[in-house]
């Protein structure tokens, strides 16, 4: 009789506990539920690019993808105004993104992200699954992180300078490329694309001004976040992703850096600049569209390489431009030839006699185009041309610079 009414309590204690336990997983089920409902709401005004429109959000946290990747480079966060960022509204919801999941931000400055619980982790990949599967049809797809913030001081003037590395998905990028821009460079780049896209620009959302806290860990972090899907979401766009003023953003400001180097004397500077110019156009494929820029790139580097005396490389930079330079056989007949070819071959043919590497396939184009009567006598240098060449952006303005570039 006791045992019976010991098992009877052992149940009831059971049930008791099942009854507690099932409780619990459906609160929390509701929440999660509730919590994936909200992100769907938001998620349904853009559903061709889900990134823009998480961008209006209000939740005020820090984005736990940059955790551990952002860094701040200052000796203090300061509570104050930009001197040159300071219209627009003063808005806490002025970013492209936000992050979901609930963030924090540490007394020292940096961003610290909460871990993720199992279920909120699992709603996190299937997002990002259903992300990548929105845009597949990019050819290559590009990632665009910011790995490092900077409140820089010049003079009176104060803006913080991010450093966003371009990085080749779906292998181990060998070839890290990155630029360093301002608030005042994005604003510029979108004000470019709505001029001259304005039809292909009117579902992209830019992060507008703040009035106040633009030093802050918390929005800088934001800040961020947004730019990396504002690149994100540019690049998805067919049209946009080969605009000249796209494609210009990333790498013009390094050629023209490395020009100024270059007429200097500056060789070893210089090439670390045309070096990452090399490696953003590669990645963003603006060889064909940009031919002139990718031509300027490899005869720099082939200049570079050649007072550094490394010539290997320089000859090898030499190949690749005779690549596109090669002219066909009716463009030899009626002499329509690349005004860089003739000493682009000469320099060719020297430097592969000065490493043994065969030379003859060269020195037999530089013959025939010298029997078809082309004077191949009295051409400028490639470090002539290096000099004096004015490096216009698409809208044929030579004197606009980048703020803020280095490799």
Same mark, same amino acid.
């Given at each position: 009789?006791?045992?019976c =009414?010991?098992s009877?309590?052992?149940?009831?204690?059971?049930?008791?506990?099942a009854?507690?336990?099932?409780?619990?997983?459906?609160?929390?089920?509701?929440r999660?539920?509730?919590?994936?409902?909200?992100?769907?709401?938001?998620?349904g005004?853009?559903?061709?690019?889900?990134?823009?429109?998480?961008?209006?959000?209000?939740?005020?946290?820090?984005?736990?993808?940059?955790?551990?990747?952002?860094s701040?480079?200052?000796?203090?966060?300061?509570?104050?105004?930009?001197?040159e960022? #300071?219209s @627009?509204?003063d808005?806490?919801?002025?970013?492209?993104?936000?992050?979901?999941?609930?963030?924090?931000c540490?007394?020292?400055?940096s961003?610290?992200?909460?871990? !993720?619980?199992?279920?909120?982790?699992?709603?996190?990949?299937?997002?990002?699954?259903?992300?990548?599967?929105q845009?597949?049809s990019? !050819? &290559?797809?590009?990632?665009?992180?910011?790995?490092?913030?900077?409140?820089?001081?010049? @003079?009176t003037?104060?803006?913080?300078?991010?450093t966003?590395?371009?990085?080749?998905?779906?292998?181990f990028?060998?070839?890290?490329?990155?630029?360093?821009?301002?608030? #005042?460079?994005?604003?510029?780049?979108?004000a470019?694309?709505?001029?001259?896209?304005?039809?292909?620009?009117?579902?992209?959302?830019?992060?507008r001004?703040?009035?106040?806290?633009?030093?802050?860990?918390?929005?800088?972090a934001?800040r961020?976040?947004?730019?990396? &899907?504002?690149?994100?979401h540019?690049?998805?766009?067919?049209?946009l992703?080969?605009?000249?003023?796209?494609?210009?953003?990333?790498?013009?400001?390094?050629?023209?850096?490395?020009?100024?180097l270059?007429?200097g004397?500056?060789?070893?500077?210089?090439?670390?600049?045309?070096m990452?110019?090399l490696?953003?156009?590669?990645?963003?494929?603006?060889?064909?569209?940009?031919? #002139? +820029?990718?031509?300027?790139t490899?005869?720099?580097?082939?200049?570079?390489?050649?007072?550094l005396?490394?010539l290997?490389?320089? =000859?090898?930079?030499?190949?690749?431009?005779?690549?596109?330079?090669?002219?066909?056989?009716?463009?030899?007949? +009626?002499?329509?030839?690349?005004?860089?070819?003739?000493?682009?071959?000469q320099?060719?043919?020297?430097?592969?006699?000065?490493?043994?590497?065969?030379?003859?396939?060269?020195?037999?184009?530089?013959?025939?185009?010298q029997d078809?009567?082309?004077?191949?006598?009295?051409?400028?240098?490639?470090?002539?041309y290096?000099?004096?060449?004015?490096?216009?952006?698409?809208?044929?303005?030579?004197? +606009?610079?980048?703020?803020?570039?280095?490799?």
């Open positions: 009789m006791l045992t =009414q010991n009877s309590i052992g149940s009831s204690t059971i049930r008791w506990w009854d507690g336990m099932a409780s619990k997983l459906l609160d929390r089920l509701r999660t539920l509730f919590k994936e409902g909200a992100v769907s709401a938001e998620l005004c853009t559903e061709e690019f889900p990134e823009s429109s998480e961008l209006e959000d209000d939740t005020e946290c820090v984005s736990a993808r940059l955790s551990g990747t952002l701040f480079k200052a000796e203090r966060m300061l509570d104050s105004e930009d001197l960022e #300071t @627009g509204p808005s806490d919801s002025d970013f492209l993104v936000e992050s979901i999941e609930n963030g924090s540490s007394t020292d400055g961003p610290v992200a909460s871990v !993720p619980g199992g279920s909120s982790m699992l709603t996190s990949r299937l997002q990002e699954s259903w992300r990548s599967s845009i597949r990019v !050819p &290559q797809k590009l990632l665009f992180e910011v790995t490092d913030a900077t409140v820089v001081q010049e @003079g003037s104060k803006y913080v300078l991010y966003i590395h371009v990085i080749q998905s779906g292998m990028d060998k070839t890290p490329a990155l630029i360093t821009r301002r608030y #005042t460079d994005f604003e510029r780049l979108h470019r694309l709505r001029r001259l896209h304005g039809e292909e620009m009117e579902g992209v959302c830019f992060p001004k703040k009035l106040r806290r633009n030093f802050v860990a918390e929005t800088i934001k961020s976040r947004a730019f990396e &899907q504002y690149l994100t540019l690049h998805s766009l067919t049209e992703r080969h605009a000249p003023t796209f494609l210009e953003f990333f790498y013009l400001g390094d050629l023209r850096a490395g020009q100024v270059l007429r004397g500056c060789y070893q500077e210089a090439l670390g600049h045309f990452n110019g490696r953003l156009q590669e990645k963003l494929g603006s060889q064909k569209q940009q031919r #002139t +820029h990718w031509l300027f490899l005869l720099a580097l082939v200049a570079c390489f050649q007072e005396d490394q290997g490389e320089a =000859q090898e930079h030499c190949d690749r431009a005779l690549e596109d330079l090669a002219p066909s056989q009716d463009s030899l007949q +009626h002499q329509h030839l690349h005004p860089l070819l003739i000493p682009l071959l320099a060719n043919v020297r430097l592969s006699w000065k490493i043994s590497k065969d030379k003859r396939q060269w020195e037999a184009l530089l013959l025939e185009i078809s009567g082309v004077d191949t006598g009295n051409q400028p240098s490639l470090k002539e290096l000099v004096k060449e004015v490096l216009e952006d698409s809208e044929g303005d030579p004197k +606009h610079r980048v703020k803020g570039e280095s490799t």
